[in-house]
Each structure stands twice: as C-alpha cells, then as structure tokens.
Antibody
Framework: QVHLQESGPGRVKPSETLSLTCTVSGGSISSYFWTWIRQPAGKGLEWIGRIYASGATDYSPSLKSRVTMSVDTSKNQFSLKLSSVTAADTAVYYC???????????WGQGTLVSVS | DTVMTQSPDSLAVSLGERATINCKSSQSVLFISNNKNYLAWFQQKPGQPPKLLIYWASTRESGVPDRFSGSGSGTDFTLTISSLQAEDVAVYFCQQYYDTPRTFGQGTKVEIK
C-alpha cells in the first residue's frame, strides 16, 4: 500500500515562494503521475498540476506562470514550488498519485499552508 | 476546462434512506475508444483527505461498501447511497480525469435529517 506524506513550511510570507515536498513510501515513484491538489478552508478541490517520473509536467493554466514541479526518483520524492504567493494561496495542499487507470487512488494527509 | 457542476449543494437524508447526488460535466467525459467514462467520486470527512469511492463512473473501489453506487454516461452522472448510515455524513465530490486540467465538482454535503 503506497503512502504519501507532504512536508514543508506551514507559513509563507506574501510575495515569497511556497515549497512543499511529497515523500512516497511503500511503492516506486516510477510509472505514475504525481499530483498536487489544494483546498482552501471550507471550499472545493483545485488541481494544481502533475509530474511524471520522467519529469514531464502538466500545470493548471490558472497557476502555470507561478508553478514549478520536480521529481527526485532516487529519494522517491516530488516537489511543488509556487511563487509570488498571496493570501489566496492559503490552503491545505495534498499530494496524490494518479494510478495506472488515471484516477487519484492514493492521497497524502494534506498540509496546511498559510500565507501571512 | 471541463466544468463539473454538482447538485444539490447539500442534502439531509434520514438514516436508512436513499441519498442521490448528481454531477454534470460541461463536455462529455466518455472516451469512445474504450467506452469508459473518466469520472470518479470521492468522499471527504472533516480533517481528512478525499477518499476514492467510485471510478470509471460506476466501478466501486476495493473496500467501499456496496451501498455506494455510481451511474451515468457522457455528461450526466449520479452517486447513490442506497441506505444512508451515520458514517456516510461527509462532503462528496465528483471529478473528471478525461482531460487536463483535472477538475472537481464543488461538493455536496450530506447530513442526517
């Protein structure tokens, strides 16, 4: 059973860069898409983007100018950087795996990032 | 982007009664070549990540009780809880994985009447 765990600062100052890492255990990071999703308090889910083990990426058009994702297969980790953050970026950030049949079959517990 | 719209936003159902949630996509999520609908349903309880219930619109994830069922095709989908239990109180989301960006419905909150 694959396990995902987000890590990173819980608070980021406005205009700075949010950086999060997701560590994958119990399975290989190869052969899957790895995704970041966020959820502001009391609101819905927003797909930020995904990265394949090869490093290929897809980003949400609404965030594309500020998002960078990377993967480190040697550490079984993938990362998210979101630049020029504002209060609107305050949310719980989840990492998730897109399984071999394309749906999100494994999720991290989520980490709250506050911009202030 | 494919817009996903759920209805209702919330509903209250008596224990043991049926709960029905609808989800409509702004474009078809049916992939003709394999005849599969790229539509999933998730359940989210407070303080927890979403939990996958249904994928391919109607395939139940392993371990999900059979009171949960999904139906529909193309642009219109339904999640049915046949006999609501107390532990089913949650927010339910539909999500399309037909194209990127992946998109979610706004969520439907299910409560006990």
């Amino acid at each position: 059973q694959v396990h995902l765990q987000e890590s990173g600062p819980g608070r980021v100052k406005p205009s700075e860069t949010l950086s999060l890492t997701c560590t994958v255990s119990g399975g290989s990071i190869s052969s899957y898409f790895w995704t970041w999703i966020r959820q502001p308090a009391g609101k819905g889910l927003e797909w930020i983007g995904r990265i394949y083990a090869s490093g290929a990426t897809d980003y949400s058009p609404s965030l594309k100018s500020r998002v960078t994702m990377s993967v480190d297969t040697s550490k079984n980790q993938f990362s998210l950087k979101l630049s020029s953050v504002t209060a609107a970026d305050t949310a719980v950030y989840y990492c998730a795996r897109e399984g071999l049949t394309d749906h999100f079959d494994s999720w991290g517990q989520g980490t709250l990032v506050s911009v202030s | 982007d494919t817009v996903m719209t759920q209805s209702p936003d919330s509903l209250a159902v008596s224990l043991g009664e049926r709960a029905t949630i609808n989800c409509k996509s702004s474009q078809s999520v049916l992939f003709i070549s394999n005849n599969k609908n790229y539509l999933a349903w998730f359940q989210q309880k407070p303080g927890q990540p979403p939990k996958l219930l249904i994928y391919w619109a109607s395939t139940r994830e392993s371990g999900v009780p059979d009171r949960f069922s999904g139906s529909g095709s193309g642009t219109d989908f339904t999640l049915t809880i046949s006999s609501l239990q107390a532990e089913d109180v949650a927010v339910y989301f539909c999500q399309q994985y037909y194209d990127t960006p992946r998109t979610f419905g706004q969520g439907t909150k299910v409560e006990i009447k």
